[in-house]
Each structure stands twice: as C-alpha cells, then as structure tokens.
C-alpha cells in the first residue's frame, strides 16, 4: 500500500477526529475545558486516535458505546477507502454503560458491504476488575447473537483478537486461518466457546488463547447457578486432547474454580504447554459482604505465601 496516509480514507478519518471534538465541545460548552486545574470532564476523553502502523494505520475509537460519535465512527468504517488503511482497530472508552452492561453494537458497520484487506488487529476492550459496567458485543437483549463471526469475516488476515465476550458457535463456521492470538475476556455466558473449540477445524494458525471463565462463577451462589454457565474439567480436557489443543502454545486461564489436582492431568494432557492460570475476577464493595448478595469471600484472602503446605506440590511430580 502506498502513502495510506495521503489517501482519501485517511482525509475521512481526520475530518471524522475534528468532528468528534468539535463535538464534544459543544455538547459541554458550559463547561471550562481550558483551566487545567479543573476536573477532566468525560467529554474531553472521546476521540479518535490515529498512528501509522505497518502498511496503514491504526484506529483507536475511545469513547461511549452510544450517541452520535460512536456512530459516525461506524459509518466512516463502513467506507471501503478508509477500511482499506486500517491495519489495526480498537474500541475502548470508559467504565460508562446502562444497567450494568456497556453493549457495543456494531451493527451498522455490519451490515455494510464493506471488508478490511489489511486488518491484522481487532481490540474490543475487555471488562477490568473494577468496573461498574459489563462490556459486551451485543446488539438485543444483551444476547452475542453471531455478531462476532459477522465481524471476523470481514477480515481475511485477522492475527490477534481480542473481545469482551465469548463468540458463538456461528464464529467456527468461519475460516479463520492467520489467527494466532485470542483473548476472551469474562461476561455471562461463555457460548460454550471451550467445547465448540475443541471441535473446531477453522482456526488452523491459533497458538495462544487466554479465556476467562463465566462471571457467574462469582455473581451467583451456586445452589442459584445453572451447572451448564461454568466450563467444566471435562471441557478443557477434550480441548487438549483435540488437534485445536495439541497445537496450541500458549493458554492462560481466567478465574476458573478447577482443583489443583484437575490443573496438573490438564498439564499432563499437553506437558509442553505454557499453561497459566490467573485470578483477576471482578472487585466487590466491603459493605455489601454482610448482606451475601453475591459470592464475595474469594475477595478476602489469607497471605498465599504462608499456605505453602496446603497446597505443595510432591517432589518429584
């Protein structure tokens, strides 16, 4: 690709930025932007972010999940002069949403007759840990619904991924040959996204995968919970014994409840692994432990460092 930054999809991305801000600026006139020993308003961090980045640029939308700015932003990715310099892409903004979620409906850039032919990195910002707001890609009734595999199939050289909620079982029935990073972040629902891999022949070229574990692991009692929300061992081990498994490099896990004991035969399934296993659930507020609302004592915890003996590992193994 030549002068990507001279095209006319570049002159649609500045114009789009200027509008963003100019935006923005109007909707908190009443506002003092310009003291900086103000408070930073919300409106001064919607933008649009551009860099160059190997043969195109990169796109950053940062921003609320709704209203006019999310929606231009859209619209001028739905332009096949501007899809075709994008390299990389991100959706990020901040911890704002509605009834606890933060739903990215990218159904207008969906429905487009567009695609991205240099698209190597799609970023859709996963949920920290101490956020208010569940972020999903999510169109109705905070349900995936395809959305995902939809997105994806727009883009022929997608490498890295990374999403805030688990695909559905349509995203296997896309080729997907040059992804070899995937991050699933932690929602509701996990689509059964472990078992659909390991039956999956589409992701050819995937070596690293990091997934996170339903939230209702930790929002809901377990005598409340339905059994089918929480990936089980049997789960994983299938995935490691498929050829999906066996090729994979990298896998990190997110807040799973697996025993030692069901961690070290998952090892063992695939002994060159990097297997690692990460806690980073969502955080809870201290006055509300009393009240058991959610399930909160993995929140409180002992010095892990004088519980050696609990959990020692047998010499030798």
């Given at each position: 690709?030549?002068?990507?930054?001279?095209?006319?999809?570049?002159?649609?991305?500045?114009?789009?930025?200027?509008?963003?801000?100019?935006?923005?600026?109007?909707?908190?006139?009443?506002?003092?932007?310009?003291?900086?020993?103000?408070?930073?308003?919300?409106?001064?961090?919607?933008?649009?972010?551009?860099?160059?980045?190997?043969?195109?640029?990169?796109?950053?939308?940062?921003?609320?999940?709704?209203?006019e700015p999310v929606t231009w932003t859209l619209q001028c990715l739905a332009r096949q002069d501007v899809a075709d310099i994008v390299t990389s892409l991100a959706f990020t903004g901040p911890?704002?949403?509605?009834?606890?979620?933060?739903?990215?409906?990218?159904?207008?850039?969906?429905?487009?007759?567009?695609?991205?032919?240099?698209?190597?990195?799609?970023?859709?910002?996963?949920?920290?840990?101490?956020?208010?707001?569940?972020?999903?890609?999510?169109r109705t009734d905070l349900e995936e619904g395809g959305d995902i595999a939809r997105f994806v199939a727009k883009i022929p050289y997608l490498t890295e991924l990374t999403i805030p909620n688990?695909?559905?079982?349509?995203?296997?029935?896309?080729?997907?040959?040059?992804?070899?990073?995937?991050?699933?972040?932690?929602?509701?629902?996990?689509?059964?996204?472990?078992?659909?891999?390991?039956?999956?022949?589409?992701?050819?070229?995937?070596?690293?995968?990091?997934?996170?574990?339903?939230?209702?692991?930790?929002?809901?009692?377990?005598?409340?919970?339905?059994?089918?929300?929480?990936?089980?061992?049997?789960?994983?081990?299938?995935?490691?014994?498929?050829?999906?498994?066996?090729?994979?490099?990298?896998?990190?896990?997110?807040?799973?409840?697996?025993?030692?004991?069901?961690?070290?035969?998952?090892?063992?399934?695939?002994?060159?692994?990097?297997?690692?296993?990460?806690?980073?659930?969502?955080?809870?507020?201290?006055?509300?432990?009393?009240?058991?609302?959610?399930?909160?004592?993995?929140?409180?915890?002992?010095?892990?460092?004088?519980?050696?003996?609990?959990?020692?590992?047998?010499?030798?193994?």
């Open positions: 690709m030549s002068q990507p930054r001279r095209s006319p999809g570049h002159q649609q991305l500045i114009e789009l930025q200027s509008r963003i801000h100019e935006y923005c600026r109007e909707e908190s006139a009443e506002l003092d932007h310009e003291n900086p020993a103000h408070p930073l308003w919300l409106a001064d961090f919607n933008y649009l972010a551009l860099a160059p980045m190997r043969a195109g640029l990169h796109v950053e939308y940062f921003g609320e999940t709704w209203g911890d704002e949403g509605a009834n606890g979620t933060r739903d990215w409906d990218f159904g207008p850039l969906l429905e487009a007759d567009v695609h991205f032919p240099v698209l190597r990195s799609l970023f859709v910002k996963p949920t920290e840990p101490a956020d208010h707001n569940t972020s999903l890609i999510a688990a695909p559905d079982a349509s995203f296997f029935a896309r080729q997907l040959p040059h992804l070899s990073h995937l991050r699933i972040s932690a929602s509701y629902d996990t689509q059964n996204f472990i078992e659909n891999l390991a039956l999956s022949e589409s992701l050819p070229k995937l070596r690293s995968l990091d997934f996170a574990e339903s939230t209702e692991l930790q929002f809901t009692w377990k005598a409340q919970r339905d059994p089918a929300s929480i990936t089980t061992f049997a789960a994983y081990e299938r995935l490691l014994t498929s050829k999906q498994g066996q090729a994979l490099q990298m896998l990190r896990l997110r807040n799973t409840c697996l025993s030692l004991g069901e961690l070290e035969a998952l090892q063992a399934l695939h002994p060159k692994l990097q297997f690692m296993v990460i806690q980073s659930t969502r955080g809870g507020y201290v006055s509300h432990f009393r009240r058991d609302v959610f399930p909160w004592r993995h929140l409180v915890q002992t010095d892990p460092g004088e519980d050696s003996a609990r959990y020692a590992v047998p010499k030798g193994s």
